[in-house]
């Protein structure tokens, strides 16, 4: 039984690899010749170079070449055409079909004639080149492109269809009315509405040209943008490239018959986008005159509208200019030009210089990178002040790094005031001891460690006042660079004292060691506050949670700030003793102790610590210092008043 199904099914498959082969080639052969029989046009369609477009409907006369993958109009103007307009026109002709068609001869042998079609005179004419796509060879005699003219007649009675004349006069086809539509196309359907084609990304130079004599010019080096003419500066990377983008967002508004009388006197604004091996220049004159006598003197939402043309091309139209990339163009050396200053990576900077010349005597101060191990990061490599004088060996100290990154941060935000920061380009000596630099209140050298691809380098920026010291100015290089105006809180912000950039960090107890003995006396009345002996067991806290508070503030001690000693006449009023034991584990235990001496709060919030531990250094104490004292300085205090 299994055999008997067996050979069936076998029987089965073998019939119909043999109908599969022996008839659907020729169902494909018949379907596809069929297909070839109702196609129009043949092989002159699939690779089209040229058209021509005539008739009532396209007045003038509309030509398109094609330019490599692009189309360009050049009559009546010369001016790249809409791909999706050009590519409908292209495939309706690849794809033209006829629903029938007869004879010429035949026509008029039954006393018809071509007029009676709408054919003689046609209602629209399109002549196209085409050249064979299978010739590579130039020379070849197939890749001379031929030329090919259809014409386009009445609709048939139903209005569905439409009469068509073949390239070679002697078939009339009827076709659909798509490849009228879509050779009816207005010049503005086929023509495309951009102006600058290269993108922000490809654009290498920008330049603009206000007059003969008056010219800006920018240049990308990698991923930069710089002045080179008038100046030599560097640019905004942001406000140049929106500028670009701005200028590529452009559309033309209309295109105008003839010269307007006011392109004819006035001298344009040159406005060109260099690319790879390509450039491309609008010349924008004067605003298009408005309704009334005078230009409207609201500004419409899309911006003024100019007449405008390209460069190397004739056909004039008008555009608009939207106000803030009008304000860029007319003020492009200053609304591009970079604000910032300096240009560094924090983490590039191996040492800072600082010094102040208005100062007698005044050392310059130092705050060098410490060398760490590779597996670091910039963020978290310590620093160290250095200060000496000359000839002798420089005196070194622990820096504070949140200090010193936020002194970078305030260095790389420096930039020209707003809106006219850009004081003067080539300063002559007498404007320069005007704006303080003859001794500058700030020299700042940032050096930049070398690296295997890049040497070592370094930045240099002076900044000057004024007589009353409410004005800051800034020049960074050379003595003949460029001046800045700056906010004056640049000096606020880099002071020359060691005291400004030193850890705040003061002592941090390690995790075996303990605080066994708090002593707190008031200096003025020799009254003991506070005498409290702590066991050194371990796990042993205190149950008092003010005192709690107190323990875990003198166990990792910082300062808020420090201040200059130097000429203080204070009178301390308290004595904190704190007694350590820092042993741990079987080894002995071995005390020690710490002295610190307090003043009375200032003004609320404020309370001054010295300590000889520390070198006699004075500094505030932490917010949160000051609020674990107050309990036990002031132990009855009922608080604020409860309303």
Request: cysteine-free; aromatic content about 6%; charged content about 20%.
């Amino acid at each position: 039984m299994r055999t008997k199904v067996t050979l069936v099914l076998l029987f089965l498959n073998v019939a119909v690899f043999f109908f599969i082969f022996k008839f659907e080639p020729g169902w494909r052969t018949e379907h596809a010749a069929q297909e070839a029989r109702r196609r129009v046009l043949g092989s002159e369609a699939a690779n089209i170079q040229s058209l021509e477009i005539t008739g009532p409907a396209t007045t003038p006369a509309v030509n398109l070449v094609r330019r490599g993958t692009a189309w360009y109009l050049t009559k009546p103007f010369d001016w790249p055409a809409n791909p999706l307009a050009i590519q409908r026109i292209v495939t309706d002709l690849l794809l033209l079909d006829h629903e029938t068609s007869f004879s010429v001869p035949e026509l008029i042998k039954n006393g018809q004639k071509l007029s009676d079609y709408g054919l003689d005179p046609p209602a629209l004419t399109v002549t196209f080149s085409s050249a064979d796509p299978s010739a590579a060879n130039p020379a070849d005699p197939a890749a001379t492109p031929k030329s090919f003219t259809l014409r386009l007649g009445n609709k048939t009675k139903d209005g569905n269809l439409l009469y068509l004349l073949s390239s070679d006069g002697q078939s009339v086809h009827v076709v659909g009315h798509s490849i009228a539509d879509s050779l009816a196309q207005t010049i503005d359907d086929l023509r495309s509405n951009t102006i600058f084609t290269i993108p922000v990304f490809e654009v290498g130079s920008f330049n603009l040209t206000a007059a003969a004599t008056t010219q800006i010019r920018l240049h990308r080096t990698g991923n930069r943008w710089s002045f080179e003419a008038p100046i030599q500066a560097r640019a905004s990377k942001l406000d140049t490239e929106l500028t670009i983008h701005a200028l590529n967002d452009l559309r033309v508004k209309s295109f105008l018959p003839s010269t307007p009388p006011e392109a004819a006197t006035l001298q344009p604004l040159r406005i060109s986008l260099e690319g790879n091996g390509r450039s491309e220049t609008l010349l924008l004159f004067a605003p298009v005159p408005g309704p009334g006598p005078a230009q409207p003197a609201a500004t419409p939402p899309d911006g003024v509208e100019y007449y405008a043309r390209m460069d190397k091309k004739d056909a004039f139209f008008t555009v608009a200019i939207p106000a803030e990339l009008k304000r860029s163009l007319e003020t492009a050396q200053v609304a591009l030009r970079e604000r910032r200053l300096l240009e560094f990576e924090p983490r590039a900077i191996s040492t800072i210089s600082l010094a102040d010349a208005s100062v007698p005597n005044q050392p310059e101060l130092r705050l060098q990178r410490l060398d760490v191990p590779a597996t670091a990061t910039a963020e978290s490599t310590p620093w160290q002040i250095m200060q000496g004088d000359a000839g002798q060996a420089p005196q070194t100290q622990r820096a504070d790094l949140k200090t010193v990154q936020r002194l970078l941060e305030q260095l790389a935000l420096l930039s020209a005031k707003e809106p006219d920061g850009f004081l003067n380009d080539a300063p002559t000596k007498p404007d320069l001891e005007s704006w303080g630099f003859n001794r500058p209140v700030r020299t700042i050298v940032l050096t930049l460690a070398g690296s295997p691809t890049a040497p070592a380098s370094s930045q240099t920026i002076r900044i000057g006042v004024s007589a009353d010291r409410s004005h800051a100015y800034a020049q960074v290089g050379a003595p003949e660079s460029s001046v800045y105006e700056v906010d004056p809180e640049i000096l606020a912000a880099t002071p020359v004292t060691p005291l400004a950039y030193r850890d705040r960090l003061l002592r941090e107890l390690t995790a075996g060691a303990q605080i066994i003995g708090l002593k707190l006396t008031d200096l003025t009345t020799q009254a003991v506050l506070l005498d409290k002996t702590l066991p050194p067991a371990a796990g042993g806290q205190p149950a008092d949670a003010a005192l709690q508070r107190l323990i875990d503030q003198l166990r990792v001690l910082r300062a808020k700030d420090f201040i200059e000693p130097a000429g203080i006449e204070r009178a301390w009023k308290y004595q904190l003793e704190v007694t350590i034991t820092l042993g741990g584990g079987s080894a002995a235990a071995q005390p020690g102790s710490m002295k610190l001496l307090l003043s009375a709060r200032l003004g609320g919030t404020t309370q001054l610590a010295t300590s000889e531990e520390f070198g006699g250094a004075v500094w505030t104490l932490e917010q949160s210092f000051t609020d674990a004292l107050w309990p036990l300085i002031y132990p009855n205090d009922p608080g604020p008043a409860k309303l």
